[in-house]
């Protein structure tokens, strides 16, 4: 009886583990997604930036290479101005 016990016991310490490995390797993916998503739209941020203060190309163009809304290429004119 007292085997069993201490079976179970363990197993469920061991399940407890594995749960919270998983759970922290999926909030790790989670971060690393969220954060490579956050620099991808720097980069398209400053990139766009780059390209007004040129004066190079029209709003439409840089909201094509960068693949930014028109309207946040607009904002971002503002804010440079």
Same mark, same amino acid.
């Given at each position: 009886?007292?085997? !069993?016990?201490?079976?179970?016991? %363990?197993?469920?310490? !061991?399940?407890?583990?594995?749960?919270?490995?998983? #759970?922290?390797?999926?909030?790790?993916?989670?971060?690393?997604?969220? +954060?490579?998503?956050? +620099?991808?739209?720097?980069?398209?941020?400053?990139?766009?930036?780059?390209?007004?203060?040129?004066?190079?190309?029209?709003?439409?163009? @840089? #909201? !094509?290479?960068?693949?930014?809304?028109?309207?946040? @290429?607009? %904002?971002?004119?503002? #804010? @440079?101005?």
């Amino acid at each position: 009886m007292m085997t !069993q016990l201490f079976d179970e016991e %363990t197993m469920r310490k !061991q399940y407890d583990i594995a749960s919270r490995r998983e #759970s922290l390797e999926q909030g790790i993916k989670i971060g690393e997604e969220r +954060g490579l998503k956050l +620099g991808e739209e720097r980069t398209k941020l400053s990139l766009a930036s780059a390209l007004i203060t040129k004066g190079i190309m029209s709003l439409d163009e @840089i #909201s !094509q290479i960068t693949g930014l809304p028109l309207e946040k @290429i607009k %904002t971002l004119t503002m #804010s @440079i101005s």
